[in-house]
Nanobody, 124 residues
Framework: QVQLVESGGGLVQAGGSLRLSCAAS????????MGWFRQAPRKEREFVAT????????DYADSVKGRFTISRDSARNMVYLQMNNLKPEDTAVYYC?????????????????WGQGTQVTVSS
């Protein structure tokens, strides 16, 4: 059974940083891409970042480029999201997910397993 557990969320002031972690188990994660998504109140869930396991190819939403960095530790089955220069509009629940594809993938409909989410709140 695939399990994803996020951690690292919290309350931070604008301009601050947080590092989210996602512990993955139950699948051969050396094959599939992984992604981070977020959902703000009254908004749809949106793509944040994605990474492939093998080549570490990455892709980001325009709104976070230059501020967020996705990475992974294959040996530990961990995926991270380093978030710098946070803005109030980054406030959301952040989710880790596994893709059904091996390439970097911003399409949330092609992700099949999701974590429970971790809250990130950025105060102005």
């Amino acid at each position: 059974q695939v399990q994803l557990v996020e951690s690292g969320g919290g309350l931070v002031q604008a301009g601050g940083s947080l590092r989210l972690s996602c512990a993955a188990s139950g699948r051969t994660f050396s094959t599939y891409a992984m992604g981070w998504f977020r959902q703000a109140p009254r908004k749809e869930r949106e793509f944040v970042a994605t990474i492939t396991w093998m080549e570490e190819n990455t892709d980001y939403a325009d709104s976070v480029k230059g501020r967020f960095t996705i990475s992974r530790d294959s040996a530990r089955n961990m995926v991270y999201l380093q978030m710098n220069n946070l803005k109030p509009e980054d406030t959301a629940v952040y989710y880790c997910a596994t893709s059904t594809t091996t390439w970097r993938n911003p399409n949330l409909r092609e992700y099949d397993y999701w974590g429970q989410g971790t809250q990130v709140t950025v105060s102005s």
